[in-house]
């Protein structure tokens, strides 16, 4: 059977492959510990439970428009514009299948055949691949420890050719926990607006920081930043929403006009009743996320402390999200093998970063209890002694 090209240039998302395998062995009564996936282990706060089961009990089971509930766009925008100084309105919204889904839509409706899109590595793993899907052309920009994993102005400028059509920015980032300083963020955004730009802003982390760590949205920078921005988030990170499967993109009508139309001929509405909850989740009390942000800040210090401990790791600070990246090329290992070996003899799921661009790193994910971060690294340590 011959497939389309398109999905023959298209590499499986190794991150989902590992934590597959890791809850495969689960399955087999092997006690895995998964640093792999970036998932918060809370439940879903109480009153978002409740207005989806509310929701559930009223009948809100049926087709609704394609764009999203006209509540939850409002909802959206009036959050947009009290928290990130975004002047969106409920027309600019809309609400997607997760915080990806968002993305992919907004790919597709940009992008034609061989249009450069900029994307700073480490990268999520996700991002390259919509760009094929879309037809365009990934142009990676590698950074390095020493600049904390973070694109400059200069490379930016270097990397534009009259191709580029985008930049896509990620900020708390996955997978290094980096987050982009206002004064960083502003020069970016002056590169943008120069050579005319369209910017993918995906700020799903954007609650999630640490140690005084400022958020600034590259479309709040000017108006003339604001016209070049589009807008990608969910409610799966902060408010471990992850399974309800609700994102959202905020752009200009016409790109949220398009993908609307894309969406209509594709997956239609998002879940009815999960959209109640995504309702509540910024309606309601932020009392949860402070809570779970207090979690996430403990479990941060034990494995950075962890990691620090290991001769021949090193690992920046990250300032948000909640992942920390390692160089482990004192090992002489590739982060496949060292991966491989990890969960094969140590039972311990971890990203090789080389899906996220990265080949002398690996990603672990502190969004898990205590217990399982201090056996883990354990564990870890145990391995890297008979390598280093």
């Not at 389309?4 to 062995?25: N, Y």
């Not at 282990?41 to 978002?48: E, G, K, L, V, Y």
Request: aromatic share 8%; with cysteine; hydrophobic share 45%.
């Amino acid at each position: 059977m011959k497939l389309a090209t398109r999905i023959e240039q298209v590499t499986p998302s190794m991150t989902l492959a590992i934590d597959t395998k890791a809850k495969a062995m689960k399955r087999e009564g092997i006690d895995v510990i998964s640093f792999s996936v970036g998932e918060p282990d809370f439940n879903t706060p109480a009153h978002i439970r409740a207005a989806a089961a509310a929701a559930l009990e009223q009948g809100k089971t049926r087709y609704g428009p394609a764009a999203g509930e006209p509540k939850l766009r409002e909802v959206i925008a009036q959050k947009l514009q009290k928290d990130n100084n975004l002047c969106y309105a409920a027309e600019n919204i809309v609400v997607t299948n997760g915080g990806k889904h968002s993305l992919f839509n907004i790919m597709l409706v940009l992008i034609e055949p061989g249009d450069e899109v900029i994307i700073p590595a480490p990268y999520w793993v996700s991002y390259p691949e919509m760009v094929k899907l879309a037809g365009g052309v990934p142009v990676i920009v590698s950074t390095s420890l020493d600049q904390q994993f973070k694109m400059t102005p200069e490379q930016l400028r270097q990397a534009i050719t009259p191709k580029t059509k985008l930049l896509v920015l990620n900020s708390p980032s996955n997978p290094t926990g980096m987050v982009y300083t206002p004064d960083e963020i502003r020069a970016l955004a002056q590169v943008v607006i120069d050579h005319d730009l369209w910017v993918i802003s995906d700020e799903i982390y954007e609650k999630l920081l640490y140690d005084g760590a400022e958020h600034l949205s590259i479309g709040a920078v000017s108006p003339e930043a604001f016209e070049h921005t589009i807008i990608s988030s969910g409610f799966a990170k902060t408010y471990a929403m992850t399974g309800w499967r609700v994102g959202f993109l905020a752009a200009p009508v016409p790109i949220a006009k398009a993908a609307i139309t894309l969406q209509s001929h594709s997956t239609s509405n998002v879940c009815t009743f999960a959209q109640y909850g995504a309702m509540a989740a910024y309606e309601g009390s932020q009392d949860c996320v402070q809570e779970m942000l207090q979690a996430f800040t403990e479990r941060r210090q034990v494995i950075l402390d962890a990691v620090n401990a290991i001769p021949g790791f090193v690992c920046p600070k990250p300032n948000g999200a909640f992942y920390v990246f390692v160089n482990i090329s004192k090992t002489g290992l590739s982060s496949l093998e060292f991966c491989s070996t990890l969960l094969d003899a140590y039972h311990v799921a971890a990203v090789p970063g080389v899906a996220f661009g990265a080949d002398d790193c690996i990603r672990l994910s502190y969004a898990t209890d205590l217990n399982s971060i201090h056996t883990g690294m354990e564990r870890i340590q145990k391995y890297v002694q008979t390598l280093v």
